[in-house]
């Protein structure tokens, strides 16, 4: 099977890339990335894969590479709230013109397509209600990035409907491990520890979100490919809700800091209070299940590639924290 992976030197997709070439020796991979700030080449060193350095709204690049492949795993995004914020267009442009993009080139040559989602389309819960996110929850999305992935789910339905492309969707929870950009919650605090500086909370630091390893997210693309019904969208997530004030805590002690020893600052705005998903149709239709069940443990093992892995991150450290700083964050 040869899968064309889109956003495939990012976070996420480097991680499925990883997946795939160790779990799926049939599989030949291809990964188009536009390497832009959050993506990695040495996230994929090593690898007997293609890359192929290119823009998904660029349709001479796109439209080969899908011609060429059995399956499309599309994660290629602009995926930070807090860049949105600063300038939505970049998230305009690649998030709805890129997946335009390609579903087209499916469209043309009859590729299947599984397409990578948020559950930040549903918008946010209240701390208090017991909803979790369901396929039917109504999109409300808060932020520029939200809106512009919800915009993307909705092309890919009507592609599905209208011209009968076979595709399927997911919407996943927040994700952490190893190769996330040091932008993003989690490794930016636990590189703020590393680097000797205090890790910052957004706020009151009440806001919850619903972590799952990205180990458990690609496990369950990859379940929803093979066995996935076309057109349904699956919402992943692995039952992991915590606080954003119990998260700090919990990596300066396993850190072995003072779990107190962080600065509040500057609150996101229009900060989505809570996310949470409900995930029984993949674990009951398709039979899927989370490996990693401790975010302790998960926590514990991602600070330690991170700890690993500096010469992965150092380079964007100052940086990153520079452009925070300009936000009062
Ligand atoms: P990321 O920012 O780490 O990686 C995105 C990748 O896409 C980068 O390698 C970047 O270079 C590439 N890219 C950006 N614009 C491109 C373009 N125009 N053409 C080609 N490549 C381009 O993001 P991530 O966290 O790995 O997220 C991947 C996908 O998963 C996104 O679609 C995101 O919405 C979705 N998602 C992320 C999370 C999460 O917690 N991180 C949760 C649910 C869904
Ligand atoms: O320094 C920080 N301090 C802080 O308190 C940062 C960077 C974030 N936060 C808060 C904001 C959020 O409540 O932590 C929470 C997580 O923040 P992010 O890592 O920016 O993630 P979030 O905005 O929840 O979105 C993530 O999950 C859903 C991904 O970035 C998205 O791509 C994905 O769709």
């Known amino acids: 099977m040869h899968v ?3 956003g495939g030197a990012g976070f996420i997709g480097a991680n499925f890339v990883h997946q795939t070439v160790a779990e799926r020796p049939d599989a030949r991979v291809t990964v188009l990335d536009k390497f832009t700030y959050a993506a990695n080449r040495e996230s994929l060193a090593g690898l007997d894969i293609e890359i192929v350095e290119g823009d998904v709204a660029d349709r001479d690049v796109v439209d080969p590479l899908v011609e060429a492949a059995d399956v499309v795993v599309h994660f290629a995004a602009e995926s930070h709230n807090d860049n949105s914020l600063n300038d939505p267009w970049p998230f305009v442009q690649t998030n709805l013109i890129g997946t335009y993009t390609v579903l087209e080139a499916v469209r043309r040559h009859g590729t299947r397509l599984h397409h990578i989602s ?4 549903y918008g946010d819960l209240e701390l208090d209600d017991p909803a979790k996110f369901t396929a039917s929850t109504p999109y409300n999305p808060s932020s520029p990035y939200s809106s512009t992935k919800a915009g993307s789910d909705m092309l ?7 011209f009968g492309v076979e595709a399927t969707l997911s919407n996943c929870s927040n994700n952490y491990g190893p190769y996330q950009h040091i932008e993003k919650f989690i490794p930016r605090q636990i590189t703020n520890v590393l ?8 706020g009151a630091g009440l806001n919850v979100r619903d972590w799952i390893h990205v180990a458990d997210h690609n496990s369950a693309v990859w379940r929803i490919i093979d066995a996935g019904q076309l057109g349904r969208t699956y919402l992943i997530g692995a039952d992991g809700e915590m606080n954003n004030k119990a998260v700090v805590e919990l990596i300066l002690e396993l850190l072995g800091r003072d779990p107190q020893d962080y600065d509040h600052v500057a ?6 209070l809570r996310y949470a998903i409900d995930a029984t149709p993949l674990r009951e239709e398709l039979g ?8 302790r443990a998960g926590l514990a093992d991602t600070i330690e590639w991170y700890r690993a892995n500096e010469a992965w991150w150092r380079p964007q450290k100052d940086a990153v924290e520079a452009k925070y700083a300009k936000t009062g964050q």
């Open 4 to 6: 064309l992976v889109t």
């Open 118 to 121: 948020t559950d930040e389309v």
């Open 156 to 162: 890919v339905r009507a592609w599905v409907r209208s």
């Open 195 to 202: 680097d000797g500086r205090r890790p910052k909370l957004y």
């Open 267 to 272: 609150d996101r705005p229009g900060h989505d």
């Open 288 to 295: 899927w299940e989370p490996r990693f069940r401790d975010f």
